[in-house]
């Protein structure tokens, strides 16, 4: 699980100015963060977490909190079309 307070200290890194924590839930708009930051954030997930951020995920990751919720599932929370479901034949 990733800690929070790294996820935290990642986009205080990528942001333009320092990122309240009070601002979980707003969109990456509202809080300075473009489409090029997405990027580095993305790139730094894969480097500092090991998570890799598909374009499908990043697209659907709409601020902090999405972040880390996605991060917290270890890249599954967010976006990906859902959950996938193994289809499982039984032979009798």
Known sequence: MVDPV?????LDDV???PIRRDEVGRPWTEIGIDSLDL????VRCEEDFGVAVSDA????????GDLIAFLAGGGSA?????QA????????
């Open 78 to 82: 967010a976006g990906e079309g859902g």
């Open 15 to 17: 942001a333009p100015s």
């Open 39 to 42: 990027v580095e954030v993305a």
């Open 6 to 10: 790294r996820v935290w200290a990642l």
């Open 57 to 64: 995920a990043l697209a659907a990751i709409r601020g902090p």
């Open 85 to 92: 479901v193994e289809e499982t034949t039984v032979v009798a």
